[in-house]
């Protein structure tokens, strides 16, 4: 009886060992397996941010072409720019002409009781469109603030 209670036991404590080791088997076999499922996705990480990295990159060819459709659109505008430049600046001559030859005439003109004064109808309109229309602008001006004194 002794003898086979220790039996028992022994038959217990095998049985007991043989699952524990397949147990420690199982969970070495799992561990190995998710180690070797964190290296393949790490490779794969890895592969896809290099990948990425290469797509955000742009060929030298499209730079170079988005370089020069800006320097040409840059070019167009600097071109624009000095035009409407040029054209102000002969406005502002045209304009000082206009301005110091309608000064000299009221300079020039007596200022007695008889004397005529010259008005907005004494006035010649310059022959270039943007002048002309800022001389009519100016007499539609003087028309309107003296308004009063030619109605009065």
Same mark, same amino acid.
Not at 86 to 98: P, V, Y
Not at 104 to 122: E, G, K, L, Y
């Given at each position: 009886?002794?003898?086979? /209670?220790?039996?028992? *036991?022994?038959?217990? =404590?095998?049985?007991?060992?043989?699952?524990?080791?397949?147990?420690?088997?199982?969970? +070495?076999?799992?561990?190995?397996?998710?180690?070797?499922?964190?290296?393949?996705?790490?490779?794969?990480? *890895?592969?896809?941010?290099?990948? /990425? *990295?290469?797509?955000?990159?742009?060929?030298? =060819?499209?730079? $170079?072409?988005?370089?020069?459709?800006?320097?040409?659109?840059?070019?167009?505008?600097?071109?624009?720019?000095?035009?409407?430049?040029? $054209?102000?600046? !002969?406005?502002? +001559?045209? /304009?000082? %002409?206009?301005? /110091?030859?309608?000064?000299?005439?009221? +300079?020039?003109?007596? @200022? !007695?009781?008889? $004397?005529?004064?010259?008005?907005? =109808?004494?006035? @010649?309109?310059? =022959?270039?469109?943007?002048? +002309?229309?800022? %001389?009519?602008?100016?007499? @539609? *001006?003087?028309?309107?603030?003296?308004?009063?004194?030619?109605? %009065?």
């Amino acid at each position: 009886m002794m003898l086979e /209670s220790a039996d028992k *036991k022994l038959k217990k =404590r095998e049985y007991m060992r043989n699952i524990m080791r397949f147990y420690r088997e199982e969970k +070495r076999d799992e561990l190995d397996a998710l180690k070797a499922q964190v290296a393949a996705l790490q490779s794969e990480y *890895k592969s896809r941010l290099r990948a /990425s *990295k290469r797509d955000l990159l742009l060929p030298w =060819r499209q730079v $170079a072409i988005a370089l020069r459709d800006d320097l040409r659109d840059i070019q167009n505008e600097r071109a624009s720019l000095r035009a409407k430049a040029a $054209a102000l600046a !002969s406005l502002i +001559r045209t /304009s000082k %002409g206009w301005v /110091s030859t309608n000064l000299v005439r009221r +300079r020039f003109c007596h @200022t !007695s009781m008889h $004397a005529i004064t010259p008005t907005w =109808r004494n006035v @010649t309109l310059e =022959r270039d469109e943007q002048a +002309r229309e800022l %001389g009519k602008a100016w007499i @539609t *001006k003087q028309m309107y603030h003296n308004t009063d004194r030619m109605f %009065g």
